[in-house]
């Protein structure tokens, strides 16, 4: 008999999980173990409990998803890790495999192929959700520049994208709850990182390395 995959679900919107966890209900090779609402939880989770695939988001108000999934990589028995994210941009699925994802979905992909994504990563196989391949953004992950790319951190790529949507220092403040200060720090560093001298340039270059894409884009409806 087929042993059952053991599936931890980590995601700050209650809803959306509850609605995965029935659906996996109707699949008899699937238990969802556990529901976590941040990143932070997950660690301990995993150290006391058998799991084999979590599915992990990336926004989450604690702990995000790519330094949760950098934390728990480093478990002795860490279990195959699908993000499952409204984030579509190149960079952050590339950053999220550089890190040891094997698996991407967006949050608007069918709710069959969640199912069919977690049995194909729990026998070590990589897996993109079908809208991401269809859309070209899996192409665009060669074109990423990795010695650039590498240099900007999470909260970096966050603040490029704001400045892209044409958002003020004060408003993209406001947006991550941190100071106007901090917003200029972070703003200042990323004009050395990409080497431009001013925001027109750093929008530009942004543009060229395709790190102003909008967050979300809806393929399909979520979870139907």
Do not use: W
Request: charged share 30%; hydrophobic share 35%.
């Amino acid at each position: 008999m087929q042993s059952m995959i053991k599936v931890l679900l980590v995601d700050d919107h209650n809803l959306f999980s509850k609605l995965l966890e029935s659906h996996f209900k109707s699949f008899d090779e699937i238990e969802v173990v556990g529901i976590l609402y941040d990143g932070s939880q997950v660690k301990n989770f995993i150290e006391n409990n058998e799991v084999d695939v979590i599915l992990l988001d990336i926004d989450m108000p604690e702990k995000d998803g790519i330094t949760t999934l950098k934390e728990i990589k480093k478990v002795k028995k860490c279990p195959k890790i699908i993000m499952l994210s409204n984030h579509i941009q190149p960079e952050y699925i590339k950053r999220t495999f550089d890190n040891g994802a094997l698996g991407y979905l967006t949050k608007y992909c069918l709710s069959n192929e969640i199912v069919k994504a977690v049995k194909e990563v729990n026998k070590g196989k990589k897996y993109f959700s079908t809208d991401l391949i269809q859309s070209g953004i899996i192409d665009k992950l060669k074109e990423l520049d990795d010695s650039l790319y590498n240099k900007l951190t999470t909260r970096e790529l966050e603040i490029i994208r704001f400045i892209c949507e044409g958002k003020t220092s004060r408003e993209i403040a406001e947006k991550l709850c941190i100071s106007i200060r901090t917003v200029e720090t972070h703003r200042k560093n990323i004009f050395s990182k990409l080497d431009v001298k001013n925001t027109a340039s750093m929008i530009k270059k942004a543009q060229e390395l395709g790190l102003c894409n909008s967050a979300q884009q809806n393929f399909y409806s979520p979870i139907s």
